[in-house]
């Protein structure tokens, strides 16, 4: 599971967790709280194999979430050639629910980071696809490169692809 491989992780390190293409996780990554050792040595959340990208069907949840006041950092991070997925939120899907709530962030950042990289995903469905909003301080060197980020939408309140407060140096490059 995701979260198994999560927990293998180790904060510091150039550690990487690599899903198979072609594979689908009904989970999320819940509160990351580890970083990579360094710029040239990042944390890596990727993936692997030749075909489609591997989703993360994540429900209504927040597929991927940073930020809290017992984890204020999360440094040199890289997630690269995952597609993240509101299941519950898209009519196509076969566990669509009418009655479903919440879907509010895909990739939610909310901590004070350096050196984050999104590359090469795709991210649909929920009401914000992609939020850096710095609760805990303002993210430096934000890369968001090629990626496809699609069909955000709220029932009620604002819907965006990409939500970026309090980023200094955020560079998006090449998306869709």
């Given at each position: 599971t995701i979260s198994k491989a999560g927990s293998l992780m180790r904060d510091g390190s150039a550690d990487e967790m690599l899903l198979r293409r072609g594979d689908t996780w009904h989970e999320t990554f819940g509160l990351w709280s580890k970083s990579g050792r360094s710029a040239t040595e990042p944390m890596v959340i990727g993936a692997y194999g030749s075909g489609a990208r591997p989703v993360v069907a994540s429900?209504?949840?927040?597929a991927?979430?940073?930020g809290r006041s017992s984890h204020p950092r999360v440094d040199h991070l890289a997630i690269m050639g995952i597609r993240f997925w509101a299941d519950a939120r898209d009519p196509s899907s076969p566990t669509f629910s009418t009655t479903a709530v919440g879907g509010g962030y895909g990739l939610r950042f909310a901590d004070a980071s350096?050196?984050?990289?999104?590359e090469d995903c795709a991210v649909q469905g929920y009401a914000t696809d992609i939020a850096f909003y710095s609760v805990f301080g303002?993210?430096?060197n934000v890369r968001v490169r090629r990626c496809v980020v699609t069909d955000a939408y709220a029932k009620t309140g604002n819907a965006a692809g990409l939500f970026a407060y309090l980023v200094n140096g955020l560079t998006l490059d090449g998306n869709v």
């Open positions: 429900g209504t949840a927040v991927f979430n940073t350096n050196d984050l990289l999104i303002p993210s430096t």
